[in-house]
């Protein structure tokens, strides 16, 4: 089976390749490599230096499965060139869509993003809640999801929307909740805290990689969208988390930096039979462990937004 991974060189790409290549896919890993590139070179694994938008027919033929992770990923990085964020989303996701139905590829599986609910006071966030959201980043990937959807009568799609993932990869991001607080407690013995009320659901990195390998099933059961999210925390619950594992000092900001907040409910991909295997007390032992002692010499493209200010020179 062949298995073409956009955004193949990120946090869950550089993750999921090698668990891939283990399991014996071939894999053709396609990525701008904005964070540079630290998949190793493998008999099965081709590597394509390439923007989605510069995709041609040649590169997916023999596809089998793409799994789509390529987006500028979160919402400060989708305001620095809003029309990129728009254009990769959307236009790259249509051209993808197109070469895959003309290479007669059997499925799409789309990383698209919880954050698409914006603000929901509702308990229960379903799939069906009407979309509200508030960055460009997340507007941009509600209309990718919905690109994709007119394209399901001639393949399959699956759209899975995980919370803020946590825990370790090759290409570490501390831009996400769990992460850059366990960072801060780790390199400052301190943790600010914006606000503190917002929910964020979450989901460990090694959860959502089972997910996607689950979901390679042509089975119409995993056609449509599936929220991926399993501990919706407010983000003082997580600081507490944090504070429990690594001793630090909590100092809270009155004011909001980010107002997203929503409690998303997985039930529908839970009556599949997924089970969640981590939680976010794992991320964070786990990032703790990985890097309590290089904490002062960590690789600066693993700070996502700070990277891209001074490196993103599409
Ligand atoms: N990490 C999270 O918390 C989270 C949560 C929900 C959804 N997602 C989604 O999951 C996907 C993967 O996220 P990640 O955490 O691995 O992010 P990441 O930033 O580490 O990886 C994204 C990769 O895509 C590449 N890329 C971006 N635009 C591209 C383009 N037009 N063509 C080719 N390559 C491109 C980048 O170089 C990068 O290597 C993203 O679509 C993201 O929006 C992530």
């Not at 999921?16 to 070179?41: C, E, H, Q, S």
């Not at 966030?125 to 980043?137: C, D, G, H, Q």
């Not at 805290?193 to 996607?212: A, E, S, T």
């Not at 390679?216 to 919706?232: R, V």
């Amino acid at each position: 089976m062949k298995i073409l991974i956009t955004g193949a060189c990120g946090f869950q790409g550089t993750k999921i390749v090698p668990i891939l290549l283990k399991k014996k896919y071939k894999v053709i890993a396609v990525d701008t490599m904005w964070f540079g590139n630290r998949l190793k070179k493998h008999k099965n694994l081709k590597i394509k230096k390439k923007n989605i938008t510069d995709l041609v027919s040649k590169d997916l033929k023999g596809v089998n499965i793409v799994l789509h992770l390529a987006s500028i990923a979160n919402d400060p990085m989708g305001d620095l060139k809003q029309h990129l964020t728009w254009e990769y989303s959307c236009l790259g996701t249509m051209k993808l869509a197109d070469l895959c139905i003309k290479n007669k590829v059997k499925k799409i599986i789309y990383a698209s993003s919880a954050s698409v609910y914006g603000v929901k006071r509702e308990r229960n966030v379903i799939e069906e809640l009407s979309l509200e959201p508030i960055s460009t980043y997340n507007k941009a990937k509600m209309i990718a999801e919905r690109v994709l959807l007119s394209y399901k009568k001639k393949i399959n799609i699956s759209i899975i929307r995980p919370a803020t993932v946590c825990g370790v990869g090759p290409r570490m991001r501390f831009d996400l909740s769990v992460n850059m607080l366990t960072y801060q407690a780790i390199k400052n013995k301190k943790i600010t805290v914006f606000g503190g009320d917002q929910i964020r659901p979450n989901i460990h990195i090694d959860d959502l990689l089972r997910l996607y390998i689950k979901f390679f099933s042509n089975n119409k059961k995993y056609n449509g969208i599936f929220n991926a999210g399993f501990e919706n925390l407010s983000i003082m619950e997580i600081a507490k988390l944090v504070k429990s594992k690594i001793p630090c000092e909590i100092i809270k900001i009155k004011n909001v930096n980010d107002v997203r907040s929503y409690r998303v409910n997985s039930e529908k991909l839970l009556k599949l039979g997924f089970i969640p295997k981590k939680k976010v007390v794992d991320a964070i032992r786990e990032v703790n462990d990985k890097y309590k002692k290089n904490i002062n010499n960590l690789d600066k493209r693993f700070f996502s937004i700070d990277w891209l200010k001074k490196n993103f020179h599409e």
